[in-house]
């Protein structure tokens, strides 16, 4: 019923910046939080950022001053602006939402993701 499209990933220089976004469409009632997760080359899932409708955010110490969550309600849409890449910074990038599909039930979603390669 919910489907998580993210874009905006790609090649990037070292230092340089990239801003992701993942559209959410299908049945929602209200996205309760949404928030990004990366997948680096031999490491486990990890959550880089996560924002809440009350604007109350949270971010990875590795990308903190960094990167910059936000979301678009009226859209919903999220985004994540990346600056001063590096290569930690290389990963395969997931959206994840909790979202309100019915006036009774809630879901948790993910994105296929979107790949980001920080190189000179």
């Known amino acids: 019923q919910v489907q998580l499209v993210e874009s905006g990933g790609g090649l990037v220089q070292p230092g340089g910046s990239l801003r992701l976004s993942c559209a959410a469409s299908g049945s929602i009632v209200r996205i309760n939080g949404m928030g990004w997760y990366r997948e680096a080359p031999g490491k486990k899932r990890e959550l880089v950022a996560r924002i809440r409708s009350g604007e109350s955010t949270d971010y990875a110490d590795s990308v903190k001053g960094r990167f910059t969550i936000s979301l678009d309600k009226a859209k919903n849409t999220m985004y994540l602006q990346m600056n001063s890449r590096n290569s930690e910074d290389t990963a395969v990038y997931y959206c994840?939402?909790?979202?309100?599909?019915?006036?009774?039930?809630?879901?948790?979603?993910w994105g296929l993701g979107t790949r980001v390669t920080v190189s000179s």
């Open positions: 994840n939402a909790d979202i309100r599909v019915h006036i009774a039930d809630r879901g948790e979603f």
